[in-house]
């Protein structure tokens, strides 16, 4: 429809600047007669005759501009409609597929980079499909048809006028592709502008503890300058920008005046030539313009095309074998299990092993950086073992469907993530609907209850950015609640008592106890006060796993446990004297 509706409008550009020719050839030559009847009886007829015979034509071109007007409007309905409509379903698209892949492609790009792709480089293929190509249609079409004409009525006329041209197409082609480099440095430069400034706020707390708010502001001051710079040096090119293509045209008008004038003095051809011809040229400048325009968007959304590509071929490498969605009763099997992660080659688990029944608890501790993050990563499926196995309920976790898995598994991670959203939405996170009665069970297992409903607007109390107006041990309850809420068969809490006292660590865990019949619950911590109440405890060092049993056997044993366990009571009893 938009190549119907492009040829159509031209149609209706062409016609009037052959009215124009035909009414001033019209005029003139009246003229002539007009003068010889001015004298007799005649010269009233003669004048009304003329006078309407130029209203009729005026009225002609007034019709067709106003049904140009009408088509281009069509055009823009129809092919910049088309590309808006496109650029949805490519941010869609991408932002779906970004958010299949796995954890593994997160490490590797940067926030900023996801950002970038799915907003200025979608944004640069729209402009080929719709801009572009509605110019580029518009100048397949125009181009043909007006030098067509224009050939058929003076060949060297044609020449003439239509010898500036290419200049200003190739000039536009290169000032344009200047205009962008330019434009992307200054995009560079912004970016790392408002990377800068996201930074120093969210960075406040640390920025004021540590007195470098002079320096922070010498540093934006820094960067900003860069940006007024480059965009300064942009004025300057678009400055020339104007000028040159004006000065062309007008190159071209002249020489179609002179070159047109020296004809109609030899009697080649009429004034009304003249006059078709400066309206065809400044018919074709647009065109011609939007050539190099056109080439150099149609080259910058390749390059964009292809850098949402790199993403949208990326694979994600998380595949359930079987798709097998069932209720998972939560007995895990960990045999032999090894894992390097694959980005940075560290070597994080070797050779571990350990099971827990359905209706067990388990407790992982470990010094830092000993690998129980990384159990949790592998049991939520985020990576897969680099060898061994993971069962759950006697079948390999890879048979299952990975998001039906994940929905079963109640997982409070380390660094807590809250929305800025109510807290009543982030409890109940996971659901897709919920009821309050839930959300306050969840809120009372995980003690926090009373805290929420202290606050004036309590479950409905908006959360700000990150969580970041409750206190440390509010969120890390929130982020628990959310777990529970979601009834899991297994429970996965990771560190996540932190930030909690010994007090509430315990009433913390013996709600759990209650709520955690039948089902599986694995608490990772520093701490031995988190471990003593569970099942069983394994203790992890450096990546490999060097005790496993009860607390008490583990006390008994006199080993690292029991060691830890010395310690960490030792450090109360100071605290409480
Ligand atoms: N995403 C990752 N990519 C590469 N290496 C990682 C990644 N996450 C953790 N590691 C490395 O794997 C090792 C184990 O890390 P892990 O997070 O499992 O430790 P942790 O026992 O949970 O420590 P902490 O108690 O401090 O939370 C560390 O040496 C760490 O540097
Ligand atoms: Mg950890």
Redesign the pocket.
Known sequence: MGILFTIISNIFVIIPAQLVRIAIDYVVESFAYYQVFSEGDLSVEARSAFLKFIFIFGFLILVMALLRGFFLFLIRQTIIVMSRLIEFDMKNEIFDHYQKLPLSFYRRNSTGDLMARITEDVSRVRMYLGPAIMYGLNLVVLFPLVIGYMLSVNVELTIYSLLPLPVLSISIYFVNNLINERSEKIQRSLSGLSTFVQEAFSGIRVLKAFVREDDSANDFRKASEDYKDKSIRLTLVQSLFYPLILALIGISTILTVYIGGMQVIDGTIGYGVIAEFILYVNMLTWPVTSLGWVTSIIQRAAASQQRINEFLDEKNDIISTENLDTLIKGDIHVKNVSFVYPDSGIKALQDVSFSINSGESLAIIGTTGSG??TIANLLMRMYDVSSGQIDIDGRNIQVYDTASLRKQIGFVP?DVFLFSDTIANNIGFGLDEYTLELIEKAAKDADVYQNIIDFPKGFETKLGERGITLSGGQKQRVSIARAIAKEPSILLL??CLSAVDTKTENSILNALKKIMVNRTSII?SHRVSSAKLADKIIVLDDGKMVEQGTHDYLIDKKGVYAELYEKQTQNNETVEE
Request: proline share 0%; no cysteine.
């Open positions: 129980k993050s380390q990771d560190d990772i």
